[in-house]
C-alpha cells in the first residue's frame, strides 16, 4: 500500500504551517521581522523583560533555535539584553523602541496572512478549523 500524503494529517500539517509561514514572511519582511521571530516578539509584547529560560519554556523550541532567534533579532535592533540582577548567568529579554513600534504592524500582518489562507472559507468553517487546530496541539503537547 503506497503512502497517501493528501490523506496524512502529519504531512498535511507540516504543509500548513509552510503556508502559513509563506504568508506572514510575504507580509513581514517589509516590516523587519521574520516569521520565526514573531512567536518571541509576541511574549515580549505580552510580558516585556523575560529571560530566554522564560522563552524556551513558553515557546517550546530548542535552545540553539531560539538563541539564533535572539541573536538575529538583536542584531535587527528588536530586543537588548541586560544581564539579569541576581542570576549571572541569566539575561533580561526586553524588547527595543523599534520592537515596541512594530507591535500594531506585525499583529495586522498575521492577520491578513490568516485572512489569505482561510480566502474562500465561511466564517463558521474558519472558527471550526482553527478549534480542531487547538484541539490537535493540545493533544501533540501530551504526547
Known amino acids: 500500500m503506497a503512502f497517501d500524503r493528501?490523506?496524512?494529517?502529519t504531512y498535511l500539517a507540516g504543509q500548513l504551517a509552510k503556508?502559513?509561514?509563506?504568508?506572514?514572511?510575504?507580509?513581514?519582511?517589509?516590516?523587519?521581522?521574520s516569521p520565526g521571530q514573531f512567536p518571541v516578539l509576541l511574549e515580549l509584547w505580552q510580558e516585556d523583560g523575560l529571560t530566554q529560560k522564560q522563552l524556551l519554556d513558553?515557546?517550546?523550541?530548542?535552545?540553539?533555535?531560539?538563541?539564533?532567534?535572539l541573536s538575529r533579532m538583536e542584531r535587527d535592533s528588536l530586543i537588548q539584553r541586560t544581564p539579569h540582577?541576581?542570576?549571572?548567568?541569566?539575561?533580561?529579554?526586553?524588547?527595543?523602541?523599534?520592537?515596541?513600534?512594530?507591535?500594531a504592524e506585525?499583529?495586522?500582518?498575521?492577520?491578513?496572512?490568516?485572512?489569505?489562507?482561510f480566502a474562500g472559507f465561511k466564517r463558521f468553517e474558519r472558527e471550526l478549523m482553527i478549534e480542531?487546530?487547538?484541539?490537535?496541539?493540545e493533544t501533540a503537547r501530551k504526547l
Not at 106 to 117: G, I, N, W, Y
Not at 132 to 137: A, D, K, P, S
Open 6 to 9: 493528501s490523506r496524512s494529517a
Open 19 to 33: 503556508g502559513f509561514a509563506r504568508s506572514l514572511q510575504m507580509r513581514s519582511a517589509a516590516l523587519g521581522f
Open 58 to 69: 513558553r515557546l517550546e523550541v530548542e535552545q540553539a533555535t531560539l538563541a539564533n532567534t
Open 85 to 103: 540582577p541576581n542570576d549571572r548567568r541569566a539575561q533580561i529579554i526586553t524588547l527595543t523602541q523599534a520592537g515596541r513600534d512594530l507591535e
Open 106 to 117: 506585525a499583529v495586522e500582518a498575521a492577520a491578513e496572512a490568516d485572512a489569505a489562507l
Open 132 to 137: 480542531y487546530m487547538r484541539t490537535i496541539v
